[in-house]
């Protein structure tokens, strides 16, 4: 039977012979249902037709995303540590040259994602390499596709060992989470923490695609969850999207540069 995947966020559901009614990751407001081509589905054998694997550095870590760009266009990273190797965030995109070239270097001891946008072909993937996936407990009624793999965890940190920790920063989603990379001094976040053009600053928002900023309370809890970590690097969810020096100090100037933007200062006393 075969597996459908929503084309405007690349979230596969449970295998039917028909698509599903509907894509709630879509019809949240987080996300968007395209104004022209309305809810449109295919199949994960029609994702492979259309597409080839694009694996390739990105600032020192592996990235694996595909060609063409598909849905949100994420890329995961493959993470090295001497407690075996994690694969943060996830993408829809999967075939044998990308198993192939993980198990090269090593396989996985772990898949973890972000938030519900990467989840993605999740279980395909952790079917492919014998691996659970972490995902925080406040979002796993967005995981569409139920699967014994999916291990959401709870509290606020989670040990992963060889100095890999996963940080629950809230937010985007409640159960939005990075990796802090202790060995790489880097921090790994998907658009929980969001790289901007300039790379002087980041960026934190509710929607992206519809511009729903959050509460300034939101962010400075954000900012409060990741101040115990020191990091250089931080890895955004693109290609590319890096900012290479300081990223604890952009981070801390980026939550207060956003707290004074939505902070109306007519409500000052
Ligand atoms: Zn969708
Ligand atoms: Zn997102």
């Known amino acids: ?114 938030h519900p946008h990467y989840y993605a072909t999740m279980v395909e993937w952790a079917h492919a390499f014998a691996c659970p996936i972490l995902i925080h407990e406040s979002d796993r009624k967005w995981a569409l596709r139920p699967d014994p793999a999916i291990r959401p965890w709870h509290g606020e940190t989670h040990d992963l060992g060889g100095g890999l920790t996963l940080i629950r920063c809230g937010g985007h989603y409640d159960g939005s989470q990075v990796l802090h990379c202790r060995d790489r001094s880097a921090l790994l976040t998907g658009d929980t923490v969001h790289v901007i053009p300039d790379r002087r600053y980041v960026g934190f928002m509710y929607s992206y695609p519809n511009v729903i900023p959050l509460p300034a309370s939101k962010v400075q809890a954000i900012g409060a969850a990741l101040e115990p970590y020191a ?39």
């Not at 039977?1 to 012979?17: D, H, I, V, W």
């Not at 969810?237 to 540069?257: I, T």
């Open 231 to 269: 990091f250089e690097t931080i890895y955004g969810a693109w290609w590319g999207s890096v900012v290479e020096r300081d990223g604890s100090g952009v981070v801390r100037r980026s939550v207060d540069r956003y707290v004074r933007a939505v902070t109306d200062p007519g409500l000052a006393s």
């Open 1 to 114: 039977m075969p597996t459908y995947l929503c084309r405007a966020c690349g979230t596969q559901y449970p295998p039917s012979e028909e698509p599903p009614g509907a894509c709630p990751i879509c019809e949240d407001p987080r996300q968007y249902i395209p104004h022209d081509t309305g809810q449109a589905w295919l199949t994960f054998d029609e994702l492979r037709d259309e597409h080839s694997a694009e694996i390739k550095e990105d600032n020192g870590i592996l990235g694996i995303g595909c060609t063409p760009r598909f849905a949100i266009g994420q890329r995961a990273l493959l993470v090295k540590s001497n407690a075996g190797n994690v694969l943060w965030d996830c993408i829809a995109y999967l075939d044998d040259e990308i198993v192939q070239r993980i198990s090269a270097e090593g396989g996985l001891a772990a898949i973890a994602i972000s």
